[in-house]
Every structure is written in structure tokens, then in C-alpha cells.
Antibody, heavy 116, light 112 residues
Framework: QVQLQQWGAGLLKPSETLSLTCAVYGGSFSGNYWTWIRQPPGKGLEWIGEINHSGTTNYNPSLKSRVTISVDTSKNQFSLKMNSVTAADTAVYYC??????????WGQGILVSVSS | DIVMTQTPLSSPVTLGQPASISCRSSQSLVHSDGNTYLSWLHQRPGQPPRLLLYKISNRFSGVPDRFSGSGAGTDFTLKISRVESEDVGIYYC?????????FGQGTKVEIK
């Protein structure tokens, strides 16, 4: 069974860069898409983007100019970087495995707060 | 972007009674490969969402058979045959036919 464990800085100042990593345990790292999704406090879900084992990415156009998703297949990890954060980027950030075009397993989530 | 619209946004239900949530997409979710990539997720407070159904009606591993999905094109429905206490929380539909993936606003299910 695939398990995802994520980590990263939880408190940022405006204009800083958000950096999160998600490690994948169990299952196959290849043959899947690895996804980042966020949820502002008390609000709904927003898809950020995804990457596969070969580095092919797809991004939400609303965030594309600020987001980079990368993969390290040697460690079975993938990462999210988002630059120039503002208070509007305050959210719980989740990593997930997408298979059959559905987010099947999820990380535990990390609350990232942006405040001066 | 495809807009996903759920109704109702709040659903008080009685334990043991059925519940139903609708999800409508602004465009057809039929992919060129013939599949319809519509999923349903359930989120309890303080927890990550978990997948219930994918491709309209396929139950994910471990999901009880009281959950079922139906629909086609732009109109979809999640049904819970007999609501149990563990079913409270927020339900989201999600489309993965087109980029970017998009979600409905969520429907809060609570016990009367």
C-alpha cells in the first residue's frame, strides 16, 4: 500500500518561497502521477499540478508562473516550490498519488501560513 | 477551466436514511479515450480527503458498498444508501478529464 509523508516549512513571510517535499513509501513510483493540491482554511480544494517519474509536469495555469514541481526518483520523492508567496497562499498543502486520473492516496497535509 | 457545481451545499440527514449529492460540470466530462473522469472524495474535519469513487461509479479500495455513483456527460450523483455516523463531513466531486483538475465547492453532510 502506498503511503505519502510530506514535510516543509510551515511559516513564511510574504515574497518568500514555499518549499515542500513528499516521500512515497510502498508501491511503484513509476507509472503514476504525483500531485499537489491545496486547501485554504475553511475552503475548498485547489489543484496545483502534477509530475510523473520521468519529470513530465502539468500545472494549474492560475499558479504556473510561480510553481515548480520536481521529482527525485532515486529517493522516491517529489517536491513543490512556489515563489513570491502572499497571504492568499496560506493553505493546507497535500501531496497525493494520482492513478486512473483520481487522487488515490494522500499525504497528511501541511499547513503553510504566510504572514509578515 | 471546467466549473464543477454541487448541490446541495449542506445536507442534514437522519442516520440510516439515504442521502444524495449532485454534481454538474460546465462541460462534458467524456474524455477522447471514452472514459469519464469524475471522482468523489470525502473529507472529515482535520483529515485529508479520501477517494470514494472514480470514473463515476468505481469504488476505491475499502469503500463500503453503501456508496454508489451514477451519471453521464455533465450530470453526476453520489448516493449513500443508509447514512452512518462516520459519513459526516464534506463531499467533493472532482473532474480529471481536462487540465486543470477542478473540484466542486463541497457538500457538508451532517446528522440531524
Amino acid at each position: 500500500q502506498v503511503q505519502l509523508q510530506q514535510w516543509g516549512a510551515g511559516l513564511l513571510k510574504p515574497s518568500e518561497t514555499l518549499s515542500l517535499t513528499c516521500a512515497v513509501y510502498g508501491g511503484s513510483f513509476s507509472g503514476n502521477y504525483w500531485t499537489w493540491i491545496r486547501q485554504p482554511p475553511g475552503k475548498g480544494l485547489e489543484w496545483i499540478g502534477e509530475i510523473n517519474h520521468s519529470g513530465t509536469t502539468n500545472y494549474n495555469p492560475s499558479l504556473k508562473s510561480r510553481v515548480t514541481i520536481s521529482v527525485d526518483t532515486s529517493k522516491n520523492q517529489f517536491s513543490l516550490k512556489m515563489n513570491s508567496v502572499t497571504a492568499a497562499d496560506t493553505a493546507v498543502y497535500y501531496c497525493a498519488r494520482e492513478a486512473v486520473r483520481a487522487p488515490q492516496e494522500w499525504g497528511q497535509g501541511i499547513l503553510v501560513s504566510v504572514s509578515s | 477551466d471546467i466549473v464543477m457545481t454541487q448541490t446541495p451545499l449542506s445536507s442534514p440527514v437522519t442516520l440510516g436514511q439515504p442521502a444524495s449529492i449532485s454534481c454538474r460540470s460546465s462541460q462534458s466530462l467524456v474524455h477522447s479515450d471514452g472514459n469519464t473522469y469524475l471522482s468523489w472524495l470525502h473529507q472529515r474535519p482535520g483529515q485529508p480527503p479520501r477517494l470514494l469513487l472514480y470514473k463515476i461509479s468505481n469504488r476505491f479500495s475499502g469503500v463500503p458498498d453503501r456508496f454508489s455513483g451514477s451519471g453521464a456527460g455533465t450530470d453526476f450523483t453520489l448516493k449513500i444508501s443508509r447514512v452512518e455516523s462516520e459519513d459526516v463531513g464534506i463531499y467533493y466531486c472532482m473532474q480529471a478529464t481536462q487540465f486543470p483538475r477542478t473540484f466542486g465547492q463541497g457538500t457538508k453532510v451532517e446528522i440531524k
